[in-house]
């Protein structure tokens, strides 16, 4: 039998698999939503949440927690 742990699983904020595709395209939806970043009117949870949301699929599920986790650690 083999235990997940809550620090592997994907849920409880382990790492997830960020391919390159899927890091452009966070990119692509950043850039794109940049302006309600920069005017404050929506809080950022709820913008990095409809990001999360169209970025994922498939292959990649993701919170907006876990992609604003991901911008912030990407190096320039």
């Known amino acids: 039998e083999i235990v997940v742990s809550d620090a592997e699983s994907p849920e409880r904020g ?5 391919f390159h595709d ?5 990119v692509k939806l950043v850039s794109k939503n940049w302006p309600l970043f920069r005017e404050g009117s929506r809080r950022k949870r709820y913008i990095w949440k409809d990001i999360a ?5 498939d292959n990649l599920k993701v919170t907006g927690e876990d992609c604003d986790r991901k911008w912030r650690n990407l190096k320039v």
């Open 14 to 18: 382990g790492r997830i698999q960020w």
């Open 22 to 26: 899927d890091i452009q395209a966070l």
């Open 53 to 57: 949301a169209e970025l994922s699929h």
